[in-house]
């Protein structure tokens, strides 16, 4: 079994862009960026002066004792990814979403979306860690979060190879 990134919910995008509403209904927040914000819908760091959106975000399907919520940045105008999305490596450049020592939490969910696993880690550890995770059956799901701020990164989704 292998993994993908699952991009954020393209209705949040379009309600948060467009009503200014966020998963838990609240207004969001409109501010330019100081340079460095990890844009959630980009899977890439802002640049100064930027319109940005900070809203609430949940990647959960279903209610629960786990269900979250966690704040993303998010560009206030549509973009399209300058090529393909980056992978879960760290690359060394300056828009790059992953910074090299920035601590990550990484939670592994069961398809009824109750936690079974998680861990505190580095971004150069971030993609073997997952993949011993989705080598377990009981594991369906995976997030990532920023761990110092506790923002909502990405989710890795189980996917079946070809």
């Known amino acids: 079994?292998?993994?993908?990134?699952?991009?954020?919910?393209?209705g949040f995008?379009?309600?948060?862009?467009t009503t200014g509403r966020d998963d838990l209904n609240q207004p969001v927040r409109q501010l330019?960026?100081?340079?460095?914000?990890?844009?959630?819908?980009t899977l890439r760091r802002a640049r100064p002066g930027e319109r940005l959106l900070?809203?609430?975000?949940?990647?959960?399907?279903?209610?629960g004792p786990y269900r979250e919520y966690g704040a993303v940045y998010v560009l206030a105008e549509p973009s399209a990814l300058h090529g393909a999305p980056p992978g879960l490596d760290?690359?060394?450049?300056?828009?790059?979403?992953?910074?090299?020592?920035?601590?990550?939490?990484?939670?592994?969910?069961?398809?009824?979306?109750d936690i079974v696993a998680a861990q505190l880690l580095r971004p150069a550890s971030l993609a073997a860690a997952a993949?011993?995770?989705?080598?377990?059956?009981?594991i369906?799901?995976?997030?990532?979060?920023?761990?110092a701020y506790g923002c909502y990164a990405l989710r890795l989704d189980r996917t079946t190879e070809q």
């Open 1 to 10: 079994m292998t993994f993908s990134v699952t991009p954020i919910a393209a």
């Open 13 to 17: 995008l379009q309600r948060v862009r």
């Open 32 to 41: 330019r960026a100081s340079g460095g914000e990890p844009c959630r819908d």
């Open 54 to 63: 900070l809203a609430s975000y949940c990647p959960f399907q279903h209610a």
């Open 90 to 113: 760290v690359q060394g450049g300056p828009d790059d979403y992953w910074k090299r020592d920035a601590p990550l939490a990484l939670r592994a969910y069961s398809a009824a979306e």
């Open 131 to 138: 993949a011993d995770y989705f080598a377990r059956d009981d």
């Open 140 to 147: 369906d799901f995976a997030l990532v979060r920023f761990a």
